[in-house]
């Protein structure tokens, strides 16, 4: 941890009470001036101190920012999160997180973006994604797998997503195949996974995940409300950003390793018990044309499983899908 954020976990530990300036230089080996310099940065973040003269210093409120001290103190993981890079405004950050990769940055790095001038969503479509709001992050992984296996990572993503949301907003999504997270049938979350690999050897992913947190209806396009959503709608209230990336990647983490470890199998059977595709009559749109059936599961590799009415079952690999009732 850099100074910044163990002074940020110091003053958060303390809760309503003072810390010396004393204290904080001698515990964290600085100078009372540099502390100073610290509060003030942190201000203009949007942190509220109070200062009082011989008392110290007291954390009165934390802002709604996802800036990197915020994000990793707190963060129970061993490495997802564990090297943060955040930006107020950036064109993608699968493309900053592509970046980072080449130059060797180590699995688990985060980048996080408050806007995106350019935000990335599937099948080379934009993803709008407004300053203050929502969540856009995308992570590096550097597994050891076999290119084929790759969409299960995704299918992991979408599991850790719906479980977070669950347990930190008490809010039950559905995942909608292959990795569109709904409420109430319209998304709240998009999952975008980007490979870098040579023949057989995945040199690494990106896992990028766009999330409608204090979205309001107001905040997506006319055509794209009828679609879209956010947790702050079905919610009712705002919620704190960094609660939520905290705990998706720690859910991660946890599953990533335990599909290290014991395979897809335990991952598919969770993916399976929030999908709302399963079992379903389905029509699927590819560019290549659309075809009508019902989607009995999916394979090993993530593939949808739709079978025709005339007994033939189809592999889907990428596609929109309607759920009919
Ligand atoms: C989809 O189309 O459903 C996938 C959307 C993925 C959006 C996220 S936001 C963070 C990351 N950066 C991007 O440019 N795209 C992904």
């Not at 900053?96 to 990769?101: F, N």
């Not at 569109?180 to 980007?194: S, V």
């Not at 690999?317 to 009919?324: K, L, P, R, W």
Request: with cysteine; charged share 25%.
């Amino acid at each position: 941890m850099n100074i910044r954020e163990e002074m940020l976990q110091l003053l958060k530990e303390s809760g309503d009470s003072f810390v010396s300036g004393e204290e904080i230089s001698k515990r964290l080996g600085v100078s009372r001036t540099a502390i100073w310099k610290h509060i003030e940065e942190l201000r203009e973040e949007g942190y509220i101190f109070e200062a009082v003269r011989r008392a110290g210093y007291r954390l009165i409120s934390t802002p709604d920012v996802m800036i990197a001290e915020e994000i990793k103190v707190g963060l129970k993981t061993r490495s997802f999160g564990q090297e943060v890079h955040y930006y107020a405004t950036i064109d993608s950050t699968q493309n900053k997180c592509q970046e980072l990769a080449k130059a060797g940055a180590p699995e688990g790095t985060l980048v996080v973006a408050d806007q995106q001038l350019g935000g990335k969503g599937r099948l080379g479509r934009v993803w709008h994604s407004p300053a203050g709001k929502n969540i856009y992050m995308s992570l590096l992984l550097r597994p050891v797998l076999e290119l084929q296996k790759c969409p299960q990572l995704t299918l992991l993503t979408a599991v850790a997503i719906v479980e977070t949301v669950r347990d930190v907003c008490g809010i039950q999504a559905d995942i909608k195949w292959p990795n569109d997270i709904l409420l109430d049938g319209k998304k709240i979350c998009g999952i975008l996974t980007e490979l870098n690999a040579e023949s057989d050897r995945i040199n690494w992913l990106i896992i990028g995940m766009g999330i409608n947190v204090n979205a309001e209806l107001d905040d997506f396009a006319a055509d794209v409300q009828k679609i879209a959503t956010s947790l702050r709608i079905v919610n009712g209230a705002p919620l704190r950003r960094v609660s939520l990336i905290q705990g998706i990647l720690r859910r991660l983490e946890h599953l990533y390793e335990q599909y290290v470890r014991e395979g897809f199998e335990p991952i598919k059977e969770l993916w399976e018990a929030h999908a709302i595709t399963i079992g379903k009559r389905v029509t699927i749109r590819t560019l290549q044309g659309s075809l009508a059936g019902f989607a009995e599961g999916i394979d090993d590799a993530g593939v949808l499983l739709v079978r025709q009415d005339d007994g033939t079952v189809t592999k889907v690999y990428s596609a929109d899908v309607e759920i009919h009732a």
